[in-house]
């Protein structure tokens, strides 16, 4: 005899909106406090992850809803640390507004100057990005040294992005390099989503970015 | 007067050696026994997302390492459930063995068969998946239709994957298709390593497969 196949929900948006609802209801129970705009945020963050730290550990400085969702309707350039971020992003939405995804992890220039320079490629990657726009929206998910060389161009050089999601996940630097990015984008006044403590990831950063598209866009889930 | 860049190591390979040891010492911490094969894979999920919820939540089913190794160095085709999935696998390290990696999620094919049928892409990419190749590796690390996909074509049409790596994230059908998923990976002795519960996603089923990976090409860490 075989084993029975589960009785699923098929349709995709019956899925998306009832993990929401399952979140939405979670997060009632837990008693967080979470301003609406933000939610969005939080509830896409959690089901990327299935984990309700997320309803803890985020941290939104400087209005960044307002400024990502005009950044989205504006057209501005995004930049991830990985392409695994970029390849979770739902770019066919930011068509209409002209907008794209770019990550330079790869660029041969980039792996070239970072070997040279005894650094991580991800540093590299963003200063590529900081020559090319003048206020990109940054995604970073996964590389610390990353969103740290973010963070100085903003202190040394301002350099000022339209906002910066800062969600590195990991052991060694991680912790540190989220505390520096929270003070220099509260003392620059640069908008920023950022993910205290160890946690965050590729699929976290892209569901973040997602979240705000989403909302630019006008879609409801 | 501004705000101290914090100290960081800044080799990539020093990070992820300093990350491997603190993962390690805190798994010592909390006493979990894990089989010695299958902690590389343990490490990456957690390094991947920084929750050690890994420790305890990964199933492994018929010797599922040596079975992915044999997979990886006969350059056995992987195939995703997510362009994001395949994005995060290590795919330099599978040329030498003439390995790939494919995620048939964007084909237009796919998408207008889905519609057709009122059921998700994630769902036809593995029967097209199951088509195209004899005993692929599977990444699944965000639909659990995907998941239920595999396991009734298992079941039910003789498909014999060389792995199954089931990690969808989520709140609605992924309990139960990891559940169905691992009975039949028992029944029909299909390896199979699979997150019991709500947690996965794209990143950590990257990170599970690039375990594997990093394993047969003997790479140290």
Redesign the interface.
Known sequence: M?????E?????AA?ER??ME??GDELARMKKEIPTENLPVVKRAI?????FDYAENLCFLNTPMEAGKGAVKAGIPIVTD???A???IHVSSLTPYGGSVSCFMADPGVAAIANEK???RA?IAMEKAARNFRAPVLVI?NA??AL?SV??MI??GGFAPSLVIGVP??????E??K??AA??CR?FSIPAIIAM????????A?AIMNAIIYEAAGRKI
């Open positions: 075989g084993e029975s196949i589960p699923i929900v098929r349709d995709p899925i009832r993990s399952i979140i089901h990327a992850s299935a984990d990985t392409n695994m970029k390849a979770g005894g650094t991580t540093e998910g610390p040294t740290i963070a100085r202190e040394e996940v990991g052991f060694v630097n991680v540190e390099s505390e520096y003070k220099v003392k403590g160890r946690k965050g990831g590729s699929s976290v892209a």
